[in-house]
């Protein structure tokens, strides 16, 4: 038996975020780390400590600071948690993520037209 993906939430203390972590905990197939505040501290550091696959971060504001901020440092330091960006504002999810596909050519052919698909 696979354990469950973890899915660490970090939102803002509003309906938002609150509508994302009912979302969360409805789905059976992952296992839901938080919420945390986004506005709390030693963010990063719990992150990792934390060790979950994947991290939402959740605002209202597209161009928080602090979330980039926040979505930079734990890339950084963390190549292998994928991090997702909501934003209600732009009713957007940006996707970051360091992952590595295999070096052949039909490989890299495939992730540029999964990306020019999504635009």
């Not at 986004?38 to 504001?61: F, M, Q």
């Not at 999810?93 to 596909?101: A, D, Q």
Request: glycine share 4%; aromatic share 6%.
């Amino acid at each position: 038996m696979t354990s469950k993906p973890r899915i660490l939430l970090i939102s803002s203390p509003h309906l938002f975020g609150e509508s994302l972590e009912m979302l969360l905990r409805a789905e059976k197939e992952v296992e839901l780390i938080g919420p945390w505040d986004l506005e709390g501290l030693n963010l990063c550091e719990r992150a990792i400590e934390e060790r979950p696959s994947v991290i939402v971060i959740a605002d209202e504001n597209a161009r928080n600071e602090y979330a980039a901020q926040l979505t930079k440092s734990i890339m950084e330091r963390c190549l292998e948690i994928s991090v997702i960006y909501a934003a209600l504002n732009e009713n957007i999810f940006r996707l970051f993520s360091t992952r590595t596909l295999p070096a052949r050519g039909e490989d890299l052919l495939e992730a540029i037209h999964a990306c020019a698909r999504s635009t």
